[in-house]
C-alpha cells in the first residue's frame, strides 16, 4: 500500500456490542482529489489488515466498525485516502482501541490494565487517561485518571472496593483536542470489600468539666468508613464501650469518669462491609495529683506524660480560685509544677492544658482541688524560770502553746544578754506545756547565763521565741566571824522578783528555814554571825532563792535558785596552861575549838618522856589527870591537838601544860 501525506486517527470508541466508532481528521486532505476513504482493521499492529468499509463522502470522518469484538480482541486501525488523480494513497497512523481488563485477586482491590492507543503520544489527545467506575448500575463515576506521558504501556491501576457485594464494571475514556472521546471496553466483575479502612489516628483525649473522658480523632480518609468504636483500656484487656456511626464524626463524648485516674482510649474504624481497621495508637487521659508543702508553704503538682503527638509539647497550669474563673499561673516542659502563691484558707482547683508546640492540638487534665490550711504559729513560749541545780548544771522551765502543730524546741544560751546565743540542748513535741531544759554549763560559779526557748515549727523553722531570762550568780567573802554575801538580780519575770531569800548550811546539814529574807532592791546581805557556831567545821554553805512577785498573767508562782558558795571561818582554839584535878575549880583539862572540824579529831597528852598518857577523838571530852585509874603526880605535861579541816587543811596544836595538886 502506497502512502503520502499523513493524517491522523483523533479517536477509537468501543461499544457495547464490542464495535468500534473511528473518528478521523481530514483537515490536512483535499476535497477536490477526494475519491473515498478506506477503513481498514487488524487484531495485530503488524496486520494483515483487512478492509472494514469503503467511505465516499469527504465530510464523513466518523465510521463505525460492527463486528470488530473489540471487548474481546485487540482492534488496530488504519484509514486509507484514495485521490481522484491516481496519486499515492494517504495512510493514517496506526492506532489501537482501548482495551481494558479488570483482575478480581479477591484481596478487595480491583486491578485495571490498558493499553495506550499509540506511541508515541498522540499530541492531540489529553494527557490524562480517565478512568470511571460503574456503580450503581447504569451509572459512572470518574474516580481518578493515569498521566500517559509517564505511565508504562499496559497502564495499570488498583481501585479499593468499598462495596460489600456487587459488580462493578469500570470503562476509559481519553478526550481529543477536536471533540471526540476514545472509550474503552466495559469491564468488570463481581467484587467483595475485604480491605480494612484506613489506621484512625487519635487526635487526644482530654478531660471534660465534669470528669468524663471526650476522645477526640483526625477524619478518616476511607470512604467506606461507617463506624468508629472506642475502645477503653482496662488493665491490659480492651472493652469496647460505644460506637460512633458515620465517617464524619470526630468527637465521642464518654460517660466514662476518669477524675481519679489516668485512663486509656483507642479507636478503631469499621467500614460498611463490617472491615475492622487495625487499633489505633491509644491515648491516656492526664491525670493530675498534689499535695501540699507545709514547710514551704506551697501546692505541689505532678501529672503523667502525654507523649502521643511525637513532637515537642508545653504544659500549662491553670488555676481557679474559689469557685472562681480558671486563670493561666504559669507553665511546665516537665510534668511537675510548684503553685507558691497561694494563700491559707482558699480552694483551689488546678487543670493541666498539654499543648502541642506549633499546632492547635490540646489536651486536658483531670482537677485537683486543695485547701491549704497554713497552722498557726504558737501563741506563747515563757521561760517560768532559770534554777541553779548544782555548780555544772542550771534547770530551764518553759510554758509552751501545747495546742500549736510544732516540732520541738530549742534552748539557746549565751554569756551576754546581747548574745550571740547558741542552740544548747533540744526537746522533742510530747504534747506538754511545761517542757524543761537541763543545762550543762562550765561552772554556774563563775558566770551569769542568759537563756531564750525557741519554738519549732512542724518544718523545723523558729516561729516563737521567748523573752531573755538570767541565772543568780551568788558570790561572798568571810569575814572574822561573820560572813557577807552578795549576789546579781534574777531576769526576768513579768511581776519581777519579790524578795530573795537566804539560805544556809553547817556542817552539811541545810537550815529549811532561810536565815534571812531580803527584799527586792537589795542584793546583799552583810553581816550573818557565825559566832555562835564555833562548834561547827568552820564551813558555812549559802544559796539564794528569788521568789516571784503575785500576779504573773499565766498565774504562776515560781522561785530560782542560785549556785551555792560555801565560806570557810579560820580555824581556833582556847587551851588552858594549867589544871588543878580536886581541886574544885578547873578539874578537868580540854582544849576549847573554835571552827575545827571533827573530821579526824585527835587529842593526845604526853609525858615528858614522850609516852602518850591520854587521848580522845572527840572534841567534847578532856583530861581528868589520871593514868590508867591512878592520879598522875604533879607535873608539866605536853598535849598535841590535830584535826583535817573541810578545805582539806590541817588544823595542829602543840603546848605544855601544868598539872597542879
Known amino acids: 500500500m502506497a502512502s503520502g501525506q499523513s493524517f491522523h486517527i483523533r479517536c477509537l470508541s468501543i461499544g457495547t ?57 485487540p482492534a488496530w486501525y488504519i484509514v486509507v485516502y484514495k485521490s481522484l488523480s491516481g496519486g499515492p494513497d494517504l495512510v493514517s497512523d496506526t492506532v489501537r482501541a482501548i482495551q481494558l481488563s479488570v483482575l478480581n485477586p479477591g484481596s478487595g482491590f480491583a486491578n485495571l490494565a490498558w493499553n495506550v492507543m499509540h506511541q508515541p503520544f498522540i499530541a492531540t489527545h489529553s494527557e490524562d487517561y480517565v478512568i470511571y467506575r460503574e456503580y450503581p448500575r447504569g451509572i459512572f463515576t470518574r474516580i481518578d485518571s493515569v498521566d500517559a506521558l509517564t505511565a508504562p504501556n499496559p497502564m495499570l491501576y488498583s481501585d479499593l472496593i468499598s462495596i460489600c457485594d456487587d459488580t462493578i464494571n469500570y470503562r476509559i475514556e481519553v478526550m481529543d483536542i477536536s471533540g471526540c472521546v476514545s472509550v474503552s471496553n466495559v469491564d468488570g466483575d463481581l467484587f467483595r470489600d475485604l480491605q480494612p479502612p484506613a489506621y484512625p489516628e487519635l487526635d487526644s483525649v482530654t478531660v471534660g468539666t465534669s470528669g468524663n473522658a471526650i476522645i477526640g480523632w483526625s477524619a478518616n480518609p476511607s470512604p467506606d468508613t461507617r463506624a468508629f468504636v472506642i475502645l477503653q483500656g482496662v488493665g491490659a484487656i ?34 460498611s462491609c463490617g472491615n475492622p481497621s487495625a487499633q489505633s495508637q491509644p491515648h491516656a487521659t492526664i491525670y493530675l495529683e498534689g499535695n501540699f508543702l507545709l514547710c514551704t508553704k506551697a501546692v505541689a503538682l505532678t501529672w ?25 499561673i504559669g507553665s511546665s516542659s516537665t510534668t511537675l509544677f510548684v503553685d507558691s502563691t497561694v494563700n491559707s484558707g482558699t480552694d483551689y482547683c488546678y487543670r493541666i492544658v498539654v499543648r502541642e508546640i506549633g499546632t492547635a492540638r490540646s489536651s486536658t487534665s483531670s482537677r485537683f482541688c486543695i485547701v491549704p490550711v497554713f497552722p498557726p504559729p504558737p501563741d506563747f513560749c515563757t521561760i517560768r524560770k532559770v534554777s541553779v541545780l ?12 501545747a495546742s500549736a502543730v510544732v516540732s520541738g524546741y530549742e534552748l539557746l544560751r549565751s554569756t551576754d544578754q546581747a548574745g550571740p546565743f547558741r542552740s544548747v540542748a533540744s526537746y522533742e513535741f510530747d504534747g506538754t506545756s511545761t517542757i524543761s531544759f537541763t543545762d550543762n554549763v562550765p561552772s554556774t560559779g563563775t558566770t551569769v547565763y542568759y537563756y531564750q526557748v525557741v519554738t519549732l515549727d512542724s518544718c523545723g523553722l523558729r516561729v516563737k521565741i521567748s523573752a531573755i531570762c538570767r541565772s543568780v550568780r551568788l558570790t561572798g567573802e568571810a569575814l572574822e566571824g561573820a560572813n557577807e554575801l552578795s549576789w546579781s538580780d534574777y531576769g526576768v519575770w513579768p511581776t519581777g522578783v519579790s524578795r530573795y531569800l537566804v539560805f544556809r548550811s553547817i556542817n552539811g546539814i541545810v537550815d529549811p528555814d532561810p536565815i534571812a529574807i531580803v527584799t527586792n532592791g537589795s542584793l546583799q546581805f552583810l553581816s550573818d554571825s557565825v559566832l555562835d557556831d ?20 499565766d498565774f504562776f508562782l515560781d522561785s530560782a535558785y542560785s549556785n551555792e558558795i560555801c565560806l570557810m571561818q579560820q580555824p581556833a582554839m582556847f587551851i588552858p596552861n594549867a589544871f588543878h584535878p580536886g581541886g574544885g575549880f578547873n578539874e578537868i583539862f580540854r582544849p576549847y575549838p573554835l571552827f575545827v572540824a571533827d573530821d579526824d579529831y585527835s587529842f593526845i597528852i604526853y609525858d615528858r618522856w614522850g609516852r602518850a598518857l591520854f587521848s580522845t577523838t572527840d572534841p567534847q571530852v578532856g583530861w581528868d589527870g589520871s593514868i590508867d585509874g591512878e592520879q598522875a603526880p604533879e607535873a608539866v605535861y605536853v598535849y598535841l591537838i590535830q584535826s583535817k579541816q573541810p578545805d582539806g587543811s590541817t588544823f595542829r596544836r602543840v603546848g605544855r601544860l601544868t598539872l597542879i595538886r
Open 390 to 401: 548544782n555548780s555544772t548544771q542550771i534547770l530551764v522551765l518553759a510554758n509552751v502553746d
Open 17 to 73: 456490542a464490542g464495535d468500534v466508532t473511528v473518528t478521523w481528521d481530514r483537515s490536512s486532505l483535499s476535497s477536490a482529489d477526494f475519491r473515498c476513504y478506506y477503513l481498514l482493521h487488524s487484531t495485530t499492529q503488524a496486520g494483515p489488515f483487512s478492509s472494514v468499509d469503503s467511505v465516499f463522502f469527504f465530510n464523513d470522518t466518523v465510521e463505525t466498525h460492527l463486528t470488530a469484538n473489540a471487548a474481546n480482541n
Open 238 to 271: 480492651w472493652t469496647p464501650i460505644d460506637t460512633v456511626f458515620g465517617n464524619n464524626g470526630t468527637f465521642f463524648f464518654s460517660s466514662v469518669d476518669v477524675s481519679d485516674e489516668s485512663t486509656a482510649f483507642e479507636i478503631i474504624a469499621v467500614d
Open 304 to 328: 503523667n506524660p502525654y507523649p502521643y503527638w511525637g513532637t515537642a509539647v508545653n504544659y500549662e497550669v491553670y488555676r481557679a480560685d474559689n469557685g472562681g474563673p480558671e486563670q493561666l
Open 534 to 553: 564555833f562548834y561547827s567545821d568552820g564551813k558555812f554553805c549559802y544559796r539564794i532563792a528569788a521568789v516571784e512577785s503575785p500576779g504573773n498573767p
